[in-house]
């Protein structure tokens, strides 16, 4: 006899559950999206601890007719597919057949519904697989399932459930995520009574964000658009300044249907590329529409994944979309509270007192002079400027500084919105410090100032000209001080700005060298004595085989028997001093990239070394000239506002601000 025998069908569901409910946070997924499926515009959710004694799910959608209602709960019954040709153009969020009778194989389940809108309906009871009552009952349109007890028949089960609090954090992410997929629906989710979501299923995106994340933070969101041919991308996204600690605030919604996707999601960080802090995540609401027959929904259990037949097109319209959407943005974080309406605002100011005069200033300069006398003979005056060309410098200073013969002098790229471009669109600044003459520190200050001329420009940002996309306006700042020898003073019109003057060099640094990496071969130079290095024998086998990357990025490297290298030539621009140090890091990045490391994303962390070692580093004194420079280079950058790590540059604070600091404005 045969030891093969068919399961029972009871026994086939219990193993199918093991699958498909997995938690009660999967009961409410696997209902809640039944009752999308049925057409419904209000969807009410409410649990009782955790779900574990009750999940209870009621819609206003089509309901379930008469003659189906006991069918459902059958395996493989779906009324969603009927040929394997449906399986390739899924447009719904079930399709499997294969949730309610799991759920009802494990739990208590009862299910009121109606079809049409003569108030009669049927009800169904069901205990662990089995019906116990089936009868008619007056019910309006729509369906209402209630599950209690879940797992009461599988105590394994059970006792491995986490705390109430763990299952409860599932289910409202769950409906979280829902809740942005379908802002045309109305949800509610209730716990032991209390509500915990409310949408007004209004159909706008932007006020399903308020209900989940909280409307200061929808207030800051930006909108996203993008298609192509095959695809369609509509959503908001997060400025730079909002960040999270992990992923959990990206959502993807693919023909309606929540995902997680690790292309999709790097697709969207490299969008927000030096945009993000080191370690943070942005949030974002993606909703993409396509075509069916391009994505495989039906590879993943929990239909939580998905498989792209044009991926590279996806990934190329996500970082597109992001892209285009933060560059027509001046991403400079507020330093408080957005500014309250201007009409509130001209009823409320005290009168403004005018304590600058020019002629005033102009009669006191012949005072101001002896003083500064006084000041530089201090002990602790002011350093002159080295060698780079005025600005105060460590001993990353680059080597482009001391070979100035070898580039043509920097000139501003041509900008279609720079700082002269976009000066019609300011208002004059006022003439208090906008005609305001630069005051010297020192007595020495306006000799160095002369020298510092030409060789700061040089050494500040010695940049190719080019045609980068038009961007939003940089603002025209007028600098006033430094503050602790790190972060620049400045003002315009609009209020006060706060620049960290390494931050901004960097940035400076670092879209010139990025330039410079990709062209190597130009600047290498071959070494009169070179570099010995030493390594393990794994990292040197490792590194012979990472040699013609190395050259792409313009490092020559040759064996020198046993564990030796000998660096043969790299790059002339490479910070002076510095370059021993850049190579070893270089080779360093390879080595640690097992996978093997794009020559683009090599080159771009060789650029973002070499600039966070070539800027000015945080307490070294600037002059106002110096400062002048460095924010008109920062205005010309591709992208002024955070630096190659993600870290902001530039904080403002409004003129309103301000006076609310001071009481000015009550």
Same mark, same amino acid.
Request: charged share 20%; net charge negative.
């Given at each position: 006899m045969g030891k093969i025998t068919i399961l029972d069908e009871h026994i086939a569901n219990q193993i199918a559950a093991g699958e498909v409910v997995e938690r009660p946070s999967s009961v409410v997924k696997e209902l809640v999206e039944n009752a999308v499926d049925a057409g419904s515009t209000r969807i009410d959710v409410s649990i009782e601890e955790g779900g574990l004694q009750l999940i209870r799910v009621t819609d206003n959608g089509g309901g379930i007719e008469e003659d189906d209602v006991e069918a459902a709960f059958f395996r493989h019954a779906t009324s969603k597919i009927a040929t394997t040709q449906d399986l390739f153009s899924i447009r719904t969020l079930g399709f499997r057949g294969e949730a309610l009778p799991s759920i009802a194989a494990v739990s208590k389940v009862e299910c009121l519904t109606s079809h049409g809108s003569t108030g009669l309906g049927v009800r169904l009871r069901i205990e662990g697989g089995t019906v116990r009552l089936k009868e008619d009952a007056a019910a309006p349109r729509g369906t209402d399932l209630s599950v209690r007890e879940l797992f009461y028949n599988t105590p394994a089960r059970l006792k491995y459930m986490k705390t109430v609090q763990t299952e409860l954090g599932h289910v409202t992410d769950y409906m979280y995520r829902l809740a942005l997929a379908y802002p045309n629906i109305a949800f509610t989710l209730k716990h032991n009574g209390h509500v915990l979501l409310q949408t007004l299923g209004s159909?706008?995106?932007? *006020?399903?964000?308020?209900?989940?994340? +909280?409307?200061?933070?929808?207030?800051?969101?930006?909108?996203?658009?993008?298609?192509?041919?095959?695809?369609? =991308? $509509?959503?908001?996204?997060?400025?730079?300044?909002?960040?999270?600690?992990?992923?959990?605030?990206?959502?993807?919604?693919?023909? +309606?249907?929540?995902?997680?996707?690790? !292309?999709?999601?790097?697709? =969207?960080? *490299?969008?927000?590329?030096?945009?993000? %802090?080191?370690?943070?995540?942005?949030?974002? /609401? #993606?909703?993409?529409?396509?075509? %069916?027959?391009?994505?495989?929904?039906?590879?993943?259990? &929990?239909?939580?994944?998905?498989?792209?037949?044009? $991926?590279?097109?996806?990934?190329?319209?996500?970082e597109n979309a992001v892209r285009e959407t933060l560059g027509r943005q001046r991403l400079i974080p507020q330093g408080a509270a957005p500014a309250a309406p201007a009409r509130v605002r001209e009823q409320l100011v005290q009168e403004q007192l005018e304590l600058y005069r020019p002629q005033a200033a102009a009669a006191a300069e012949p005072a101001a002079a002896p003083q500064a006398a006084v000041r530089s003979e201090a002990p602790a005056a002011a350093p002159s400027a080295s060698a780079i060309g005025g600005v105060p410098r460590s001993a990353g200073t680059p080597a482009a500084a001391a070979q100035p013969q070898q580039q043509a002098p920097w000139a501003p790229p041509a900008r279609a919105d720079g700082p002269a471009a976009s000066a019609p669109r300011l208002r004059e600044a006022p003439a208090a410090y906008a005609e305001r003459p630069a005051q010297p520190r020192g007595p020495g200050d306006a000799r160095e100032a002369a020298a510092a001329s030409g060789a700061l420009l040089r050494a500040l940002a010695q940049t190719e000209a080019s045609a980068p996309p038009a961007l939003p306006a940089f603002p025209k700042l007028t600098p006033i001080g430094q503050l602790h020898g790190t972060y620049i003073v400045a003002q315009n019109e609009e209020g006060l700005f706060l620049v960290d003057q390494h931050a901004a060099h960097e940035r400076i640094n670092y879209e010139?060298?990025?330039?410079?990496?990709?062209? %190597?071969?130009? @600047?290498?130079? $071959?070494?009169? /004595?070179?570099?010995?290095?030493?390594?393990?024998?794994?990292? &040197?086998?490792?590194?012979?085989?990472? =040699?013609?990357?190395?050259?792409? @990025?313009?490092?020559? #490297?040759? !064996?020198?028997?046993?564990?030796?290298? #000998?660096?043969?030539?790299?790059?002339?621009?490479? !910070?002076?001093? $510095?370059? *021993?140090?850049i190579v070893e890091e270089m080779i360093d990045l390879l080595l640690q990239d097992k996978k093997g490391i794009d020559i683009a994303k090599f080159r771009e962390k060789a650029a973002i070394m070499c600039s966070c070692k070539a800027s000015i580093k945080a307490n070294q004194s600037m002059g106002t000239l110096e400062i002048e420079v460095l924010l008109d280079r920062l205005a010309a950058c591709r992208n002024p506002y955070t630096c190659p790590h993600g870290r902001p540059i530039v904080v403002s604070f409004s003129t309103y601000e301000l006076e609310k600091m001071f009481k000015r404005v009550m």
């Open positions: 159909g706008d995106l932007l *006020q399903a964000v308020a209900a989940v994340y +909280g409307s200061s933070l929808a207030k800051s969101m930006l909108k996203i658009e993008g298609e192509t041919l095959d695809y369609k =991308l $509509e959503g908001l996204i997060s400025k730079p300044e909002l960040t999270r600690a992990n992923r959990g605030g990206i959502t993807t919604v693919i023909n +309606g249907r929540y995902i997680r996707s690790f !292309p999709v999601n790097q697709a =969207l960080l *490299q969008g927000y590329h030096t945009l993000l %802090p080191i370690g943070r995540f942005p949030v974002a /609401v #993606l909703h993409l529409t396509m075509d %069916p027959t391009l994505v495989d929904v039906n590879v993943h259990p &929990a239909k939580l994944e998905v498989r792209f037949s044009k $991926e590279p097109e996806l990934i190329a319209l996500i010139h060298y990025f330039d410079l990496f990709g062209r %190597p071969a130009e @600047a290498s130079q $071959e070494l009169l /004595v070179p570099m010995t290095l030493e390594y393990t024998s794994v990292e &040197a086998l490792r590194l012979t085989e990472k =040699l013609p990357q190395l050259e792409q @990025a313009g490092v020559y #490297l040759e !064996p020198f028997g046993g564990t030796s290298f #000998l660096v043969r030539a790299y790059p002339h621009w490479l !910070p002076k001093g $510095e370059e *021993q140090a």
